[in-house]
């Protein structure tokens, strides 16, 4: 087939290696030159595992990318997966997605063949009758061979690659037969007995997303609310987690607690759907409360440390910076608001990640940066564990370069031994 993705930021640019490798033709479309020509060279814009070696392998042959829409008419299927950032009050801002949605419809106002253009993008399931499809009807002239549906993505930053071509399920947001069907025909190459197939209308597509999120969300909040009562007990929080993961009624999954939740979706979502939800005069109360849960987590850890070190003119290494390993994303990192706390409260920071630290270094460029884990450690009064990258775990006389060997570990990925303060977050 042939396939349309507007947009080549997270999703777009994963997707559409992704469908390359599946065998169709792919025609990336973003209005950013720069990434279109870094797209066609064969190189990721974003940091993913997987993702460079799929362009460099279809890039110029099943993957182009283009600033132009002429490709949208000639195509079987249009993805559209533009972001939708958070307003300040927690919703989302369609802007550029419903500026996309129009040049999509207009691209197809003369096309007579049924045409299948699937929302990619995370939105509220009130924006699509209401916004994005009336958007891509406006463009489109009301040609009714245009037909919009819903596909919301459960990646996860690095491990996308796998998640597409391994997916736990899949979601067709569809109004007829024939626009599941093409859905269908696009996910041909992973559709098997064991991949579930949840068809439904676009709308429900749409929240599954999001009541996905939120409960993952609301299960680590729930799990960090237990630890910190584990940790005033004297207990730990883990052994706790690993008995009722037993439960297959709860499972194993997403039991650590620690720092807590953040990146771009978990964030976005859950605030997004708080704010939809305020819309219709209901307060979801228990959603509220997972967000300040986990908004507390970096403060217990700030709070741990100053019970062992003044942090007045304290040297403090924060170790990891990006909001999860394998990704040099730092949106909603836990790091942001340790680092912003640690400042307020006078210390010096010296920071380390193996990835991100261009990044952070863009949102705190005042701050010192280690080369090494070793490096940030060395002379340091204090050591924050944020980020639990497999690195960090193989640490050991690395503290004995510390002016004082004080380790709070937000992730449960340093050993405690002798010759070190050892405050785990949860346990």
């Known amino acids: 087939m042939h396939i349309t993705v507007i947009g080549s930021g ?10 390359a490798e599946f065998g169709h033709e792919v025609t990336a479309i973003d209005i950013d030159e720069e990434i279109v020509a870094t797209l066609n060279d064969g190189q990721a814009p ?197 008995a009722i993961g037993l439960d297959d009624r709860i499972s194993e999954q997403f039991l650590r607690s620690g720092a807590g939740w953040g990146g771009s979706c978990f964030p976005k979502d859950v605030n997004a759907i708080i704010a939809a939800a305020r819309e219709e005069d209901y307060d979801p109360a228990l959603l509220e409360a997972a967000v300040e849960i986990n908004d507390r987590q970096p403060r217990r850890m700030i709070n741990l440390l100053k019970n062992h070190v003044d942090l007045q003119s304290a040297r403090i290494a924060v170790l990891g910076l990006s909001f999860k390993p394998q990704t040099d994303d730092i949106r909603n990192s836990r790091a942001i608001p340790v680092i912003e706390s640690l400042l307020s409260h006078g210390a010096d920071v010296v920071a380390y990640d193996p990835i991100a630290i261009d990044n952070m270094a863009e949102r705190f460029p005042d701050i010192d940066y280690a080369q090494t884990a070793a490096e940030s450690l060395r002379g340091a009064d204090g050591t924050l564990v944020v980020t639990d990258w497999d690195e960090f775990s193989d640490l050991d006389t690395e503290f004995d370069e510390m002016t004082t060997p004080v380790v709070i570990d937000g992730r449960r990925c340093i050993e405690h031994r002798e010759g070190i303060v050892y405050q785990g977050l949860t346990w």
């Open 10 to 19: 997270y999703v777009g640019t994963t997707i559409a290696a992704c469908f």
């Open 46 to 242: 974003i940091t993913e595992p997987g993702l460079d070696d799929l362009l460099e392998t279809h890039a110029g042959d099943r993957l182009t990318a283009t600033t132009s829409y002429d490709a949208v008419p000639e195509s079987d299927v249009t993805f559209l997966a533009i972001g939708t950032p958070s307003n300040d009050d927690g919703s989302i801002d369609l802007g550029a997605l419903e500026a996309a949605a129009e040049a999509t419809g207009e691209a197809l106002r003369e096309k007579s063949e049924r045409h299948l253009v699937v929302i990619k993008s995370t939105v509220t399931p009130p924006s699509i009758p209401e916004q994005l499809e009336p958007a891509i009807r406006n463009g489109a002239d009301d040609n009714d061979a245009v037909e919009v549906g819903m596909n919301p993505e459960f990646l996860r930053e690095g491990s996308a690659v796998i998640d597409f071509q391994n997916p736990d399920k899949l979601v067709f947001g569809t109004n007829s037969e024939w626009a599941s069907n093409r859905l269908h025909e696009v996910f041909e190459p992973v559709l098997d007995a064991e991949t579930p197939v949840v068809e439904t209308d676009p709308q429900t597509a749409a929240m599954i997303k999001y009541a996905n999120n939120a409960f993952l969300a609301s299960k680590i909040s729930l799990v960090n609310d237990l630890g910190n009562i584990c940790k005033e007990f004297g207990l730990n929080a883990y052994e706790v987690m690993e």
